[in-house]
């Protein structure tokens, strides 16, 4: 297990927050974050290559904040993949088996078998220089697995890459993590943590804003930023009316007085409503239901989405509802059209500021 | 800027003015020595006796000074320190002193009432009127392009992938030996024969710790001095022929594009 202990750094225009982090065997952990939150910093304290101010850094009990970079068996993928551009790509994936004193037959068969894992085998004679993104990303990968590191670090592995390789190499990711790798992947995409990873960690300005489970932080976000940067897209600044409430089930307002119910703790404090776009049910009149919710709209636009189409209605404020192509088909939906929204108020979710 | 073509023009008129007051007299000497004097020259056990011991002397500082200045270069291009700037400066002295002063420095450093110059006789090594002197004169003053040239050639080497060999589990030994030096290759080599070239062409400093044995540029002054532009010109064509052939070589060997190594 990796464990940060209120590991903290400072730069002159930057500072990392006291961080504690627990990471288990076989963890596939993203830190997701806008560029400049601090998550680089992170993969850089935990591969050794910046020393923390403050905390220590466990792996499998043992204290590694101090211990060199090459004894430390964390291996980082860096975002500009740093492949050696004088040697070819044999060269660069046999580079960490040089050490380990291995026959040279062994070493090329070594060398063979990660190639074939990561599909790079029929790029073993070539330069660096000349291999595309995807391929880069591939060595950079089998390079590292070559050290076998106990953790693998990969930074904004994803990026620069266009739709069909960015598919490709997360079948590989997943397929390192299967084998067993413990992994801590590094992103601003957070489409990328909900479909690669078992835990998420949020940071933002140098601050771990949260952590868990993709669902208990995409579902559960403790913070306005953390909702809308985990693709929440019905949020809404809202106040309350005071006096308004009682008995769990609250009233607040958003945009110009639209009035929206939700259950939750009595305050008068100002903050946010999110509200998932899978839980509003479209109707076209107003129908006796479980939805407490019930708001008059005009449709606005219309997109498609993957296989439904996301519409985008005109209520005070601007709902984005997901729907099936069938629904659309059904309620014969096209911009302009009223329509009503419909929604409990348990699928409401108040976040304070 | 200048963009229409009689300014163009102009700048090609004064550039070429430059190469021709670099070319001509070098064009002058070689055509002014005939054939037979070309042949005389080399034959002379003397002027070959001269070139070899120049040639191997400069070479030798190179690779013996080189030790270190090579360490140095990459102390100086990856580590910060309090006084780097006036390491820097120190190692930059021997370009702006006269190398006669420079020689006469190194005297005070190595002639036999010194405590290196004894110990170097206790070991059989003699500086002043030796090879040792000469090597060690010529390494003084070219001593700076190899440093230079090696420190910016580290310099440009991304720390990045120095990073990315420690933690591929290399040690710092096994990452300057394979990832840095290889990178910084060209400039390195660029250093040696540049320091090697300056090296060559070394004479106030020589002629102070040993006008004997007679390196090159000596000799060239010492033909002159006694016989005239019509001795001294034919060895130094001779000499600046074989100079020219090993630093054209060099710098097509040095030049050549790293290519990946396989197997």
Same mark, same amino acid.
């Given at each position: 297990m990796l464990y940060l202990d209120h590991v903290s750094v400072s730069f002159p225009s930057f500072r990392l927050e006291p961080i504690s982090l627990a990471v288990e065997n076989n963890d596939y952990l993203t830190l997701l974050g806008v560029s400049g939150a601090g998550k680089t910093v992170v993969l850089e304290l935990l591969a050794g290559l910046i +020393?923390?101010?403050?905390?220590?850094? @466990? @792996?499998?009990?043992?204290?590694?904040t101090h211990q060199k970079i090459q004894e430390r068996r964390i291996g980082l993928v860096y975002q500009d993949l740093s492949l050696f551009p004088h040697l070819s790509v044999k060269n660069n994936i046999a580079f960490p088996l040089r050490r380990k004193g291995l026959s040279k037959d062994r070493l090329l068969e070594r060398v063979k078998e990660l190639a074939a894992e990561t599909e790079v085998s029929h790029l073993l004679d070539r330069s660096p220089g000349t291999l595309s993104g995807g391929e880069a990303q591939r060595v950079a990968l089998a390079r590292t697995l070559a050290a076998d590191p106990e953790i693998l670090l990969l930074d904004e592995p994803l990026s620069n890459l266009d739709v069909k390789l960015k598919a490709d190499l997360r079948k590989l990711l997943r397929r390192i993590h299967q084998s067993g790798k413990t992994m801590i992947h590094v992103t601003h995409d957070y489409m990328e943590a909900a479909t690669l990873s078992n835990k998420v960690a949020v940071? !933002?300005?140098?601050? @771990? @804003? !949260?952590?868990?489970?993709? =669902? =208990?932080?995409?579902?559960?976000?403790?913070?306005?930023?953390?909702?809308?940067?985990?693709?929440? +897209?019905?949020l809404f600044p809202c106040r309350h009316d005071r006096g308004e409430g009682g008995e769990g089930l609250q009233t607040a307002l958003v945009g110009d007085g639209v009035r929206i119910r939700y259950y939750g703790e009595r305050t008068n404090e100002p903050g946010f409503l999110m509200i998932p776009e899978q839980e509003i049910i479209l109707s076209e009149e107003a129908v006796e239901s479980s939805a407490v919710n019930q708001l008059r709209g005009t449709i606005r636009e219309m997109n498609l989405a993957g296989p439904g189409v996301e519409v985008i209605i005109d209520a005070g404020v601007d709902f984005v509802v997901s729907i099936s192509r069938h629904s659309q088909t059904a309620l014969q939906l096209e911009a302009g059209k009223g329509i009503w929204l419909n929604f409990k108020a348990s699928s409401v979710r108040f976040i304070g500021d | 800027m200048i963009s229409d073509w009689k300014g163009t023009l102009f700048l090609a008129g004064l550039g070429g003015l430059i190469l021709l007051f670099i070319v001509a007299p070098l064009a002058g000497m070689l055509l002014n020595t005939s054939g037979s004097q070309y042949v005389e020259t080399v034959a002379d056990a003397e002027v070959r006796r001269s070139i070899r011991l120049t040639l191997l002397s400069s070479f030798a500082g190179v690779m013996i000074?080189?030790?270190? %200045?090579?360490?140095? $270069?990459?102390?100086? $291009?990856?580590?910060?320190?309090?006084g780097k700037g006036i390491v820097n400066g120190v190692v930059a002295l021997p370009v702006v002193i006269p190398h006669s002063a420079a020689g006469i420095a190194l005297m005070g450093v190595v002639s036999r009432n010194t405590f290196l110059g004894q110990a170097a006789e206790g070991a059989g090594i003699t500086f002043v009127g030796g090879v040792a002197g000469i090597v060690v004169a010529m390494a003084f003053v070219s001593i700076p392009f190899l #440093?230079? %040239?090696?420190?910016?050639?580290?310099? %440009? #080497?991304?720390?990045?992938?120095?990073?990315?060999?420690?933690?591929?589990? %290399?040690?710092?030994?096994? #990452?300057?030996?394979?990832?840095?030096?290889?990178?910084?290759?060209?400039? #390195?080599l660029t250093g040696m024969t540049m320091m090697w070239a300056r090296g060559l062409s070394e004479f106030g400093a020589v002629i102070i710790i040993a006008y004997h044995p007679m390196v090159t540029p000596i000799l060239i002054w010492e033909r002159f001095a006694s016989f005239g532009l019509s001795h001294a010109r034919p060895v130094a064509a001779v000499f600046m022929i074989i100079c020219l052939a090993i630093f054209v070589l060099m710098r097509i060997l040095s030049g050549k594009k790293p290519e990946s190594r396989h197997g």
């Open positions: +020393k923390p101010d403050g905390g220590r850094i @466990l @792996l499998n009990g043992t204290n590694i940071i !933002q300005n140098g601050r @771990l @804003l !949260q952590h868990g489970s993709p =669902e =208990e932080v995409f579902r559960h976000p403790r913070s306005a930023f953390v909702a809308h940067f985990s693709g929440v +897209k019905n | 000074f080189g030790l270190a %200045a090579i360490p140095l $270069a990459y102390l100086l $291009a990856r580590k910060d320190f309090p #440093v230079h %040239a090696a420190r910016d050639g580290f310099a %440009a #080497v991304p720390e990045k992938l120095e990073k990315a060999a420690l933690n591929l589990g %290399a040690s710092p030994w096994r #990452v300057f030996f394979t990832i840095t030096l290889p990178l910084a290759k060209r400039q #390195v």
